[in-house]
């Protein structure tokens, strides 16, 4: 399959595709950070998490609207904006969920998968309802279209560039999060021992509560910054929920590292190979060796060692 | 939990089968038109997929959410067959390749695919239906659960499968006749499917096989491998440390939940008259776990309650008021799982077994049997 190109546009073929599966590693990062946090630290299954994210993009469809309608001299900087605000969205819903339905089936690991997908349901449901079944797209302000040309043969979108920016400063934020700060150590300690951790003074409860909307909220950024690349319909997230758990899962659930490794592994093969191969067969075969690994390594790429 | 007693059925168990089986066999028929029939008939296909996942799930604790695969590749083998059948050269004669399904030449296929060549012999079919998606559950089976794999994991990971599956059955689009599916089926082996006598005939088959799978269920739960997956679901280390191999437990079971959803499919294939990737895949999947968590995970008898009851309002909701039926679908996920773990089953040990009770044990003491009770039907 590669005897029809000469081997500089090969280079070239590489080099972009490589570039759009860094784009989708952004995403995958994105949506897995939040995830990898929910399920890796708290070990609860989040079936609605596309949802959050989505709402993090209605938000910003939402605040795009109203810029361009009333602000127009700030439409440069609404994104901003829009991602702090997707934040706080994402993370009062989450915050509300945890109170009113997480709490009651920690427990429960596989009754959450179900009760979460039900909300996912419900939330789909929602957006179709007062956003309306079609997609939305937002309007991207100027300083973000166009794209750098790096070689004659080779262009980068500056879009993508910046959704690559966000995914490395949430990465940081996140890691800072966890393991610079008291909220990060308390999180910690509860996941390695819970009764442990409450017998020296933290509250579990609120550690917990705090955790799964800290998680949420960074979906919404995701789902804020997927709105620079795409579309934004009710049933978006669904279509990424089974590669980010798999991205959280085949990297290790409890290792921030190993989800973006396996971000980057599973995303980087997947677009290599969707230039060669159909879309569709690219996916099937990325996920089956990714299946395939998982059966015989289930714990995963980056393991963290615990005594259970 | 009181003991169980080795009998095959408790009086109790007995009344709840005959129950179904008046239900099914004579009430049904009797108040439904063939339409409705025919559609209750679909319904009771899932019951299948319902009653493998209350031994899954329920017994085994191994929460499968790719049991739409197992379904689909029944009902997959099964359309092949008839599909075989539809497409004779005369049938076919307008195609550029006449004597191959209407998809493949659509596709610009000249040949029919090797894999699809044995499919021209029922007696195959019929294996193959069985056979196929149980060779494929047990090669996941051993990998994950030699390994350890379960719960949350196992779950994600079956999950994945479906949405492969999906894609490859989208993907493949001339070999398998890509998103419509397997569609336009006619005749099996000659007799027609399509009118309102073949459908009823086919609704009494699939009963009856419903009951068979019934019976392969209860047997299994009253038997010693029964009593080792309760035990396995509890306490998986002490049946370990007990000397049982508890991969291949769970492995035999998940197997026996993959044969009774492939048989629940390919009976879907027949009553419908066409397999299509939509039933394969995430959401289906996943909706054939709310049949039987709303029916009673614990129950056999409830799991095809529940895929009655579910189907049937998806149905009646869906048509009047389709953004009402997503709202409601999601409440009732949320609802079974906070407020009714054992679904109907459990209401009715709850509210209509302690009713039911003195009736059964004025009739024990007749029979003078020390049989204690379990989960019996849920009543309508």
Known sequence: MFADYSSQELLAIFAMQGFAG????????????????????????????????????????????????YLPDLFGIYFFIAMICAFIASGALGLFVEWALIRHLYKRPLDTLLATWGLSLILQQIYRSVFGAREVGVTIPDWMMGSLPLTDMIEVPINGIFVMVLAVSISIAVYLMMFRSSWGKQVR???????????????????DRLTFGIGCGVAGVAGSAFTMIGSTGPTAGQLYIVDTFLVVVFGGAASLLGTIA???????????M????????????TLLTVVGILMIRPQGLFALKLRK | MKPQSNRFMSMQEMVGFAILALLIFVIFPLILDPFRLNLFGKYLTYAFVALGLVLCWGAGGILSLGQGVFFGLGGYCMAMFLKLEASTPENTKIQSTPGIPDFMDWNQLTELPFWWQPFHSFTFTVIAVVLVPVIFAFIIGVAMFRRRVGGVYFAIITQAIAAIMTILIIGQQGYTGGVNGITDLRTLMGWDIRTDEAKNILYFVNGGLLFACLFA???????????????MRDQEDRVRFSGYDVADFKTFVFCAGAAFAAIGGAMFTLQVGFMSPSFVGIVPSIEMVIFCAVGGRLSILGAVYGALVVNWAKTTFSESFPELWLLGLGALFIAVVLAFPKGLAGLYDDFIAPRVKPLFDKLRSKSNSKDADFVGAPAE
Do not use: C, D, P
């Open chain 1, 22 to 69: 860094l784009i989708l590693f952004s995403v995958f990062v994105l949506m897995a950070l939040g995830l990898a946090i929910i399920f890796g630290q708290m070990g609860v299954i989040n079936m609605a998490h596309g949802e959050f994210m989505i709402l993090g993009a209605y938000v910003t469809y939402m605040l795009s609207n109203f810029f361009e309608a």
């Open chain 1, 189 to 207: 300690a509860v996941v390695q021992n819970r009764v442990m951790a409450g017998a020296v003074g933290i509250n579990t409860e609120w550690t």
């Open chain 1, 262 to 272: 396996s971000a980057f592994s599973i995303s980087q093969a997947q677009s290599i």
């Open chain 1, 274 to 285: 969707e230039f060669f191969l159909s879309g569709s067969m690219a996916k099937v075969l």
């Open chain 2, 217 to 231: 269920a209860q047997y299994i739960r009253r038997s010693k491998l029964g009593r080792i997956l309760i035990a």
